[in-house]
């Protein structure tokens, strides 16, 4: 099984030649356009929020919070796999899950969605990152979930049953106070704009950390030099 992505190049999904060394191509041009059309909350929103945003905004989240760039890069590309698997809201993949562990036991869509996330996270060398910085990512994802759902959705807590993720007693998850999702100016946005927006905050991250790897990268050759340097002292 495979699809065709907007490049044109075939994603093989599975099967013999998904086993292939160019059979899950991983372009950044890919993720930014799919993304950039590819709504969140089932659409379920006052207006078009796209996991493009959606990523934006986490990039943004974290870089006010003042994380390192490698963090907010890594804020940026945590949902990029769902250029290939799509957006599934919460609720809707524990349903699968839980369908597939009756019949089966395994968690099908969690397998699925872990195995992508991967090969993404392999291609920009972004694997280490992602295990070390998991909880503050998440953390992160959920703040925009929560602003989100104050500003583009129907949400009413008098009427509306709690989010798990955001409304567990003890531990809610805040909106964000110092932006406003719901602005004629990003109503006015189309797809090909945040598709954009995304491509360029893409570059500017990763150029970005490749400084900061320089740096540490030196900084640890001159500490090893300083050490040899002892050494030969003693």
């Not at 075939?10 to 041009?29: C, M, Q, T, W």
Request: aromatic share 8%; glycine share 6%; net charge negative.
């Amino acid at each position: 099984m495979w699809m065709l992505t907007a490049s044109g190049h075939d994603y093989h999904f599975s099967g013999p030649k998904s086993l292939g060394a160019n059979a899950r191509p991983v372009l950044i041009e890919d993720i930014a356009h799919h993304l950039g059309q590819c709504n969140r909350y089932n659409g379920a929103t006052i207006r078009p929020c796209s996991v493009a945003e959606h990523s934006l905004l986490c990039a943004d989240i974290a870089k006010h919070a003042g994380f390192s760039v490698i963090v907010q890069w890594a804020a940026l590309m945590h949902d990029a796999h769902e250029f290939v698997t799509g957006d599934m809201s919460s609720p809707i993949k524990q349903i699968v899950n839980g369908y597939s562990m009756a019949a089966g036991g395994v968690e099908a869509w969690g397998l699925f969605e872990d195995e992508h996330e991967r090969v993404v996270h392999k291609k920009f060398g972004m694997l280490t990152i992602f295990r070390s910085h998991e909880k503050v990512v998440k953390e992160i994802d959920n703040q925009a979930l929560a602003t989100e759902r104050r500003d583009l959705t129907r949400f009413d807590p008098l009427r509306n049953l709690p989010w798990p993720h955001l409304d567990a007693p003890g531990n809610e998850v805040p909106p964000i106070q110092w932006i406003d999702l719901n602005t004629p100016e990003r109503e006015a946005m189309t797809w090909r704009d945040w598709r954009d927006a995304f491509l360029s905050r893409f570059i500017e991250l990763r150029n970005a950390c490749e400084i900061d790897f320089k740096k540490l990268l030196a900084r640890d050759e001159k500490l090893h030099a300083l050490a040899n340097a002892a050494r030969m002292v003693l």
